[in-house]
């Protein structure tokens, strides 16, 4: 199966498609094509493989496996039950079933859910007399559905599980900045440079901007800390081929501490830093990445060059946005007075708030964190 060509879909937030199919050509894929909210690729098995334990930007890697009309729940079943599932699954394993529709005659995604499930097993029980059970967290597959204009696309996602997740995360601490969207803002600075260029969060909530800074300046294989994929309990697994892979990653990864460059995040409340340094010590990051507390207005620079990048509360309610003015303008003054010869971003979803930091933005990028259009500004501080 590993020397077969298929088509793969690589899934991302809405604004990341172009660094996504960038992303995918640098790791070799052949025939990318950017479309919304991700980006087509084929090739072998490997690519797809790769993508999964290098993509930075990615939220999940897809195989399609059949596209057909399903104006209606019979024709949802009959399209699924008409593929081959033994080629996949065995009767002994687990499935899961994500489905998501748009503009199609069937509304209800839990229904559909339940249909596709249902075509799955009902295959299995006739054809061989038990079926696969249902682990909704860690499935042996997870298949996904796509119906839009009555057309449904059933794939297999390899991810198993979104790719922003690491790993290195504790469970339970509600995050700000999913870390593809923490690649892609670094992406989008310029991020990295040369060892000497310097990385500063001063405020870094619980280290994702930081970790994240560190992983690509080291080459580390951000899903290296991962502990599931949804390909490693699929029928066409090639476990020789993913060994090859990881190995391959950790060779390439920087060892030495000389060779990268200053890393530092700062957040002024104790538990987000103690947070923070929990997950720099899963991300393997000790004594590479340093977090403290400090305020903003402590603030100092850490080196002559480098990237000041930081994600400031935007204030989703009027009262909240006025409250907040005060800690943009801080922010304004700390990139004029004590970051010269530094590049200074600042990414907000308020338009309102960006007017207090009394810089003029050189560039302006559009990004979304989860629903909020959001923009990415760059100021040149000389």
């Excluded at 409340?269 to 990051?285: P, S, W």
């Amino acid at each position: 199966m590993s020397s077969e060509n298929y088509q793969f879909f690589a899934t991302t937030p809405l604004g990341m498609e172009t660094l996504l199919a960038q992303e995918l050509e640098q790791m070799g894929a052949p025939s990318v094509k950017m479309v919304r909210a991700g980006a087509h690729f084929n090739g072998k098995l490997e690519i797809a493989l790769r993508a999964c334990l290098w993509s930075r930007i990615a939220s999940r890697i897809l195989l399609p496996l059949k596209t057909f009309r399903a104006e209606n729940p019979d024709q949802l079943y009959a399209g699924v039950r008409s593929i081959h599932w033994s080629d996949h699954l065995t009767c002994n394993d687990t499935l899961a079933v994500d489905f998501s529709t748009s503009k199609s005659k069937i509304t209800h995604s839990h229904y559909g859910a339940l249909k596709v499930k249902d075509a799955i097993v009902d295959q299995f029980r006739t054809l061989q007399g038990s079926r696969p059970s249902v682990d909704p967290v860690r499935p042996s597959v997870r298949i996904n559905v796509y119906l839009s204009n009555d057309e449904a696309t059933v794939s297999l996602d390899l991810s198993g599980d979104s790719l922003h997740k690491r790993g290195y995360r504790q469970e339970g601490v509600a995050a700000p900045l999913k870390e593809n969207l923490a690649a892609a803002l670094l992406q989008t600075a310029g991020w990295p440079k040369d060892p000497s260029f310097a990385f500063l969060d001063p405020m870094c909530g619980s280290g994702t901007l930081p970790i994240e800074a560190a992983w690509m300046a080291a080459h580390r294989a951000p899903g290296m800390t991962r502990t599931y994929f949804g390909f490693t309990g699929w029928q066409g697994h090639v476990p020789t081929l993913w060994k090859r892979l990881l190995e391959e990653a950790r060779d390439l990864e920087i060892k030495d501490r000389k060779k990268l460059p200053r890393i530092v995040g700062y957040d002024q409340d104790f538990r987000v830093v103690r947070a923070a340094l929990e997950n720099v010590e899963k991300a393997g990051l000790r004594g590479l990445v340093h977090i403290e507390k400090r305020d903003v207005s402590a603030c100092e620079r850490i080196a002559d060059q480098g990237l000041l990048l930081v994600n400031p509360p935007y204030g989703e309610r009027l009262g909240e946005v006025e409250a907040l003015k005060p800690l943009y303008k801080g922010l304004g003054d700390l990139l004029k007075q004590k970051f010269k010869g530094w590049e200074g971003y600042i990414f907000t979803g308020s338009p309102d708030l960006a007017k207090v930091i009394g810089l003029k933005a050189a560039r302006r990028h559009v990004l979304f964190n989860g629903p909020i259009e959001c923009r990415l500004l760059r100021y040149e501080l000389y």
